[in-house]
């Protein structure tokens, strides 16, 4: 999807010429016009690196007149495209003067360690990204479930009926279904659907988030501290673009597990219903959401 399209003009002997540079989330690029006819289109990928791109043609093929063309299209920044244009390898305009169109290119070009972890990344998300679409799609079960029936011990039968269905299906595919945490979250549904109907009451339904936190948060920090997180910390390295230390992901999540379930438990004992509502509905997953991203920084695996 174009995201915006940098123009930039330039009049070479009275006649005008135009660069258009795309960009996009993945790649950006360089369209030369000589009116309104695109004479030659240029592209990068962005997690190859920012380069110059550069046009160059024979002024004798588009106008008739004999001379040598360059037109060198940078990015100062990710944000920001300057033109330089070369008649004969002289410098007959700047869009910018006095700024070096390099300097991207300088700053995030390609590099050779760049290039490995974005090829190592391009082939982590090919050989996971079944098992990471069998995960969200497990998750839309529940919420469409929920959604529909309104009521969350049906949704969560829907969605572990939806998982073990998975793990049937992985027995006929190649692709790896399970990698990610669709059988682990097809047994928290079982286990909080069964919750559900044990406990009918309304406080029931307010600690339940703690009770099984708890129970989650136990198994993080068994998983960190006796296994190395060979468990959730290498599931939860299929979801991220950089390498995590196991265990520090699993200690760290055991940790945050633990914070939110005792957070949920004084809500819903010290606050009003509604509050409580108001808590698990707006406040509870942001909290979670900042502190887990805190915790993929600290396992982030340092070089050295």
Not at 17 to 46: D, M, T, Y
Not at 99 to 116: A, L
């Amino acid at each position: 999807m174009n995201l915006h399209t940098y123009k930039r003009d330039f009049v070479l002997d009275g006649q005008p010429w135009r660069i258009e540079a795309p960009s996009s989330f993945n790649s950006f690029g360089s369209h030369l016009f000589f009116g309104e006819q695109c004479l030659e289109k240029l592209k990068c990928i962005v997690t190859d690196g920012l380069v110059t791109l550069v046009h160059e043609l024979n002024l004798q093929d588009v106008t008739g007149k004999p001379g040598d063309l360059r037109v060198e299209v940078g990015y100062f920044s990710f944000w920001s495209v300057g033109i330089r244009v070369w008649l004969n390898g002289e410098l007959i305009h700047e869009s910018h003067p006095g700024r070096d169109i390099h300097d991207g290119e300088r700053r995030y070009g390609p590099q050779k360690e760049r290039v490995q972890m974005h090829k190592a990344q391009a082939e982590r998300w090919a050989r996971n990204k079944y098992s990471v679409y069998a995960d969200i799609g497990l998750g839309l079960v529940f919420f469409a479930a929920g959604k529909i029936t309104g009521d969350l011990s049906t949704a969560a039968l829907i969605g572990a009926a939806a998982g073990l269905a998975l793990v049937a299906a992985q027995r006929f595919v190649k692709v790896d279904l399970l990698g990610g945490f669709a059988v682990f979250g097809t047994v928290m549904l079982l286990i909080s659907a069964g919750f559900s109907l044990a406990f009918q009451s309304e406080f029931m339904v307010q600690i339940k988030s703690t009770v099984l936190g708890l129970f989650v948060t136990g198994l993080m920090f068994a998983d960190g501290l006796f296994r190395g997180g060979k468990f959730f910390g290498t599931r939860i390295q299929r979801y991220l673009p950089w390498t995590i230390v196991p265990q520090r992901v699993a200690v760290g999540l055991g940790a945050v597990g633990l914070v939110m379930a005792g957070l949920n438990y004084v809500v819903a004992v010290g606050f009003s219903e509604d509050f409580w509502l108001t808590y698990t509905t707006f406040l509870d997953t942001p909290l979670s959401i900042g502190m887990t991203w805190a915790v993929f920084l600290w396992a982030k695996e340092r070089a050295g």
